[in-house]
């Protein structure tokens, strides 16, 4: 059976190939194209590796491609430093162990309880591990089944969260997609990230179409704007941090502007 994260990268090599034109990357066009994107030959010949070779990486074969064909294959397909960083991270050998649900430090829980604005505690598949009264009167985690405390699954299969925020819904729901596929990838096969995705995907058709994109996007701060039902037009801004103690342990804080 192949390796999960082997296809995972293969399935990216792909996206990302598929996203160029020969005119990008300086090459003639050529004949007419059956599909979009650069041949497989091109990314070859861009990164100055066999074509064999390319194929086998691409169709997530078991094989250990070097830091310098990383490093090759990264420029050839005109990469981002953060999809550079991700296809190095899915490149690395070694078995991930099993996932476990992260226990949230007393000193960590005490500390986002004293907040007066609104925090909460993820981990590396997104759920709600802890939250203070603050991010309780606005989101309402503990109103929800342990299973459903989950951001990804809040914002894109609740119906309520996406009245909660309007017009910039699909904006905040996309960039999350982009976001979590960085985690995901790293951890694919495993069977609590094969269930969270097999919710996703039942729950929110336009999920699907994002997840195929397989679009990289590191976690950044920024504004948000949501429709709270009870207090009307919300503004925050919104940033957050890794903990020390467990870097899988993500606080993010919501400061009203």
């Not at 995705?197 to 590191?218: C, Y």
Request: proline share 6%; charged share 25%.
């Amino acid at each position: 059976m192949a390796d999960p994260r082997r296809v995972e990268f293969g399935d990216f090599l792909r996206s990302r190939r598929e996203k160029l034109s020969p005119k990008t990357v300086g090459l003639p066009a050529g004949h007419r194209r059956r599909t979009a994107g650069l041949r497989r030959e091109e990314v070859a010949q861009l990164a100055g590796i066999g074509v064999d070779w390319y194929i086998r990486l691409e169709q997530g074969r078991t094989v250990s491609p070097s830091v310098t064909t990383i490093d090759a294959l990264a420029r050839a397909l005109r990469l981002s430093k953060t999809e550079h960083a991700h296809l190095k991270a899915l490149a690395r050998d070694g078995a991930t162990s099993a996932f476990t649900r992260e226990i949230v430090p007393p000193p960590i829980r005490r500390m986002i309880e004293s907040l007066p604005q609104p925090a909460y505690i993820t981990g590396r598949r997104w759920d709600v591990l802890a939250w203070n009264a603050a991010a309780e009167e606005i989101f309402g985690f503990g109103q929800l089944p342990e299973r459903d405390r989950n951001t990804l699954l809040l914002v894109l299969t609740n119906k309520q969260t996406r009245k909660f925020y309007g017009a910039s819904w699909t904006d905040v729901a996309k960039s999350m997609v982009a976001m979590f596929r960085a985690t995901h990838d790293v951890w694919a096969g495993d069977p609590a990230f094969t269930e969270l995705l097999t919710r996703l995907r039942q729950g929110s058709p336009e999920f699907v179409k994002w997840w195929e994109a397989h679009d990289i996007r590191n976690t950044a701060s920024g504004l948000k704007t949501m429709n709270h039902p009870t207090r009307g037009v919300l503004n925050f801004e919104h940033t957050s941090f890794q903990a020390n103690d467990d870097p899988a342990l993500k606080l993010v804080i919501y400061t009203p502007v």
